[in-house]
């Protein structure tokens, strides 16, 4: 989650121990930002969780000091040779129905269709099947069956979402308390999420500060 700090909150309320009581979100500190290449040695007082290395990590800062802008693209170039893999990996196969379908199925009628069924059902098809052995074979890092329905979306459609997703997360806590959220793991409700995100981030200042929290 990114959660848009409020003006004045301390910085001694930016801690593990203080999340639940100032934003009641129960979580930890994560690296999900990139200080500004050019960030001065006065400034690091400004940054909330900043580790060393080129890129920097940080779990947060003022947006005028965070690289999101660095972040978004070298998240599309990876997405990119991602995708080019997966082309790879599911030659030959047909398109794949995508597990929030299955899962829908499930929670509107699991007595009919419990969850074995559906998690047998996604796995029978021979895209999710190729992709499950190429995972299992290269290890970590691979395309994710978790993301099919952005890979099927095509390559530049995926290098956008994991771009924007880059910077946003998989939620957000806006300055005035508002959540923002996807409705559910579709890839239409992602895209929603996104929107609203990318537009809330475009609109702040550039000493408004960011933190990303991992729920």
Not at 9 to 18: D, E, I, K, Q
Not at 64 to 90: N, P, S, T
Not at 199 to 213: I, N, T, Y
């Amino acid at each position: 989650m990114v959660i848009c700090l409020p003006e004045g909150l301390p910085a001694a309320a930016l801690t593990n121990h203080h999340l639940a009581t100032h934003f009641g979100v129960t979580g930890t500190l994560t690296a999900l930002f990139w200080a500004a290449p050019r960030l001065r040695l006065w400034q690091h007082h400004l940054m909330i969780g900043l580790g060393k290395g080129r890129p920097s990590p940080c779990a947060g800062g003022p947006v005028r000091l965070l690289d999101l802008a660095g972040m978004r693209q070298a998240a599309a170039v990876g997405a990119g040779i991602r995708h080019q893999v997966w082309q790879q990996v599911v030659h030959g196969t047909r398109a794949a129905i995508p597990w929030p379908t299955f899962e829908t199925r499930h929670l509107t009628d699991p007595d009919r269709y419990p969850l074995e069924s559906a998690v047998a059902d996604f796995h029978a098809q021979p895209r999710v099947q190729a992709m499950r052995l190429h995972a299992a074979t290269h290890g970590p890092g691979q395309p994710s069956v978790g993301e099919l329905e952005m890979y099927q979306a095509g390559e530049v459609a995926y290098q956008h979402y994991r771009a924007a997703s880059a910077v946003a997360g998989d939620a957000m806590l806006t300055a005035d308390g508002r959540k923002l959220a996807p409705a559910s793991d579709a890839l239409a409700h992602r895209i929603t999420y996104l929107e609203q995100a990318l537009a809330h981030l475009d609109s702040l200042g550039p000493d408004q500060r960011l933190l990303a929290v991992a729920l």
